[in-house]
């Protein structure tokens, strides 16, 4: 069965760059985003793995922890470590598991399920369905997930935004519209009727009488 929305994030240990992690010991209360690859020393992973040393500033600001997950090893991870700074002007400074066995893998769903992948001479092709992302909350339930083919580097600004948007709307009547960015209005949720939504969110601009707007509560 597929991880959905709102299950709880399956609970692991696993050997990492910093040391071993017990994964819901390691949530310790804070959002988390987990991104996984299919190999260490490939191109576009690389430029990834960069991205995210560039942000970790902006992940701490939301009280949010990053792990990556690889099929590789610790050793492999320390070494590609050095590509990465060399590339984003940044250190990797957040763990990196060792997967493989594929055991997180495919307790997150990002293999068919019993498929076959060899342990030696594997390439990324045969673990080309690792390449997930997904934003967990302090329940350590899952709020959201997103999956790349290996020809599409991901655009961490945009899981950055969609943290906004998940840490905006968590255990609150609001969402959020296309596009949202912090800042900009939001939307009011129908279990609210316009008198309850004016009281608790201040006036609303009402589109249409299932669309609400308020101002964007800081």
């Keep these: ?26 949530l310790d209360g804070s959002y988390a985003i987990l991104f996984s690859h299919p190999r260490d020393f490939t191109p576009v992973c690389t430029t990834e793995f960069g991205a995210v040393a560039q942000l970790i500033p902006e992940f701490e600001k939301r009280s949010t922890k990053v792990m990556g997950i690889s099929v590789d090893s610790v050793e492999d991870h320390g070494k590609w470590k050095t590509d990465i700074e060399k590339i984003a002007g940044s250190p990797a400074n957040f763990p990196m598991i060792d997967d493989r066995d594929l055991t997180v893998a495919k307790a ?5 399920a019993d498929y076959y ?9 045969h673990s080309a369905t690792v390449r997930t992302v997904f934003i967990i909350g302090p329940d350590k339930k899952v709020r959201l997930t997103m999956t790349y083919p290996m020809s599409v580097g991901r655009n961490f600004a945009e899981i950055l935004r969609a943290l906004d948007a998940v840490r905006k709307t968590d255990g609150v009547p609001l969402a959020t519209p296309a596009n949202w960015i912090p800042g900009q209005d939001v939307i009011v ?24 707007f308020a101002k964007d509560p800081a």
């Design 1 to 26: 069965m597929s991880l959905r929305i709102n299950d709880v994030a399956p609970d692991f240990t696993a050997n990492s760059t910093e040391g071993e992690v017990h994964f819901h010991d390691w």
């Design 108 to 112: 997150y769903d990002m293999l068919p």
């Design 117 to 125: 992948l060899p342990t030696e001479g594997r390439t990324p092709q």
């Design 189 to 212: 949720a129908l279990a609210l009727d316009d008198q309850a939504a004016e009281e608790k969110y201040g006036a609303l601009d009402i589109k249409l009488p299932y669309l609400r």
